[in-house]
């Protein structure tokens, strides 16, 4: 009886796939996607990729790109659109067009939708508060995509490090600030940290390492204040203004674009990075692939403590990046049918070719059932991937955890950074400063954010670069809170004090 039963089920299952798959014509959904770096050539027709998502899942994917570089402006052109693409990549869920859409109807409410686990278990299965950190006045427009938590953190090359002399541990920010300063000194030509205009990262990762909150923190007698009020913050600024001033960063950082940041560090002139910290071993994996290195040349930091011992790590993000959104453009009919390919996007068998694409084009497969690039294919893949695959990942979600089968190999090449990146994640996770207002909305941010954290970048790259001295940035700060600064710290804390009351 148990085998019919089982055989009855695997029918279902079977007969389900094949109503959602095996349509006579696929069902198209447009997407917009960003792409890192913008000048690969992305093939779209006979793409073996596309081919498999629409046997898989019956869908046939038609693509817009647009580059990282000038995603946002893209953004508010595409929402701006009668018929925009029905499923849009948004990698600030908080970005104030994302928020004036949302309440304007642009998208779909899809909060009863992601708890619909008969119809979309995948979905159902994400985590319920990072969910909610996505919402808007309490509804959910999108589906987030995961991301590492803490992530954020410290690589150099540790191959010149001991060069100039530094063969050790990072462990407080005494041993941070001396590595620094020697690598500074390494040569004319060269700079310790790789900066570039992507400057809110880099000042994250010290301000915090320093003891500043994550944008807003809590005081002493359970008000809000913002980061840049702290002292933490403001040490982080000056360590970074001292590294500028001996020469350890570029002095034109603020117009170098994210899509050079990978060749500063390719081509030598830097020498250490704030980011995020899986992107070490993908440097190293590609000197091992690209310069012949047949050892470990970058090292990824852990803990960082001060001088009272604590340490506080900026989380790069709070378990995502951004959301996939649904727009208006897709019919009330239709809307099951994209939410059914979203759930399909975080099954394992969607998550593999999402994120990695297909055996036998841009990997194979070990004894051991793992990923593997050979190097006699390395050429090739690597062609076939930028050809084929670019950064479908972009759509990858990964709610339910990572499903993928076959998973990648952890360690490859002459390194373990790969390893090293899954354990500082949970090594660095208990020290990982939140954002207490991230689920908020403040009206006045919505309005007016752009303009008023730009203050804020804009006084802190010009007093890191000695463009203006510490009564400069008070000015802009006092600037930022007459222009709406002081309004928005009051509305996240009638909405901080509201929830925690």
């Given at each position: 009886m148990k085998k019919l039963v089982a055989l009855f089920l695997a029918l279902i299952m079977t007969f389900g796939l094949m109503s959602f798959a095996a349509a006579d014509e696929p069902f198209e959904i447009t997407v917009l996607l960003p792409q890192f770096p913008s000048d690969i050539d992305f093939v779209m027709e006979n793409n073996p990729v596309l081919q498999a998502i629409e046997e898989k899942s019956g869908v046939k994917l038609n693509i817009q790109w647009g580059p990282n570089s000038t995603y946002g402006d893209i953004l508010n052109t595409t929402l701006a659109d009668k018929n925009p693409p029905m499923l849009i990549a948004a990698t600030d869920a908080r970005a104030p067009i994302i928020v004036n859409s949302a309440r304007a109807g642009a998208f779909w409410d899809l909060t009863e939708a992601i708890k619909d686990a008969e119809n979309y278990p995948y979905l159902a299965a994400g985590n319920e508060g990072i969910y909610a950190n996505i919402a808007v006045d309490g509804h959910i427009y999108g589906i987030y995509r995961s991301r590492a938590f803490p992530r954020g953190g410290i690589y150099y090359r540790c191959d010149i490090a001991k060069e100039v002399g530094f063969d050790r541990e990072v462990k407080t920010i005494d041993d941070l600030?001396?590595?620094?300063?020697?690598?500074?000194?390494?040569?004319?030509?060269?700079?310790?940290?790789?900066?570039?205009?992507?400057?809110?990262?880099?000042?994250?990762?010290?301000?915090?390492?320093?003891?500043?909150?994550?944008?807003?923190?809590?005081?002493?007698?359970?008000?809000?204040?913002?980061?840049?009020?702290?002292?933490?913050?403001?040490?982080?600024?000056?360590?970074?203004?001292?590294?500028?001033?001996?020469?350890?960063?570029?002095?034109?950082?603020?117009?170098?674009?994210?899509?050079?940041?990978?060749?500063?560090?390719?081509?030598?002139?830097?020498?250490?990075?704030?980011?995020?910290?899986?992107?070490?071993?993908?440097?190293?994996?590609w000197f091992e692939t690209n310069a012949g290195v047949t050892e470990q040349i970058f090292q990824s930091v852990g803990t960082v403590a001060k001088e009272d011992g604590s340490i506080t790590v900026w989380p790069q993000n709070p378990g995502f990046n951004g959301e996939i959104l649904v727009s208006k453009s897709v019919s009330e009919a239709d809307l099951p049918k994209v939410l059914k390919f979203l759930d399909w996007c975080n099954s394992g068998e969607g998550q593999t070719i999402l994120n990695a694409g297909l055996e036998g084009l841009t990997f194979d497969v070990t004894e051991d059932n793992h990923r593997k690039v050979p190097d006699e294919k390395k050429d090739e893949y690597s062609k076939n991937s930028q050809m084929y695959h670019n950064n479908l990942n972009q759509l990858g979600m990964g709610v339910p955890g990572n499903l993928e089968n076959p998973k990648a190999e952890v360690n490859r090449g002459y390194t373990e950074l790969r390893q090293r990146y899954e354990d500082l994640n949970a090594l660095l996770a208990p020290y990982a400063v939140t954002n207490p207002c991230y689920p908020f909305v403040s009206e006045t941010y919505t309005a007016f954010g752009a303009q008023l954290d730009q203050i804020i970048s804009d006084a802190a790259v010009q007093y890191i670069a000695g463009q203006i001295d510490e009564a400069g940035l008070q000015a802009a700060w006092e600037d930022w809170a007459m222009q709406g600064g002081d309004q928005i710290t009051a509305e996240y804390n009638e909405q901080y004090q509201a929830a925690h009351n």
């Open positions: 600030t001396e590595l620094a300063e020697k690598l500074a000194g390494y040569s004319k030509d060269t700079y310790a940290l790789n900066m570039c205009s992507y400057t809110a990262g880099t000042i994250n990762v010290i301000t915090v390492a320093f003891g500043a909150p994550n944008v807003w923190g809590v005081d002493e007698n359970g008000q809000i204040y913002p980061a840049h009020k702290s002292e933490g913050y403001k040490k982080g600024l000056d360590w970074l203004r001292h590294l500028y001033e001996i020469g350890g960063i570029d002095p034109n950082f603020a117009q170098i674009s994210t899509s050079d940041w990978d060749n500063i560090e390719r081509t030598g002139k830097a020498f250490m990075r704030f980011d995020c910290l899986d992107n070490a071993h993908r440097q190293q994996e």
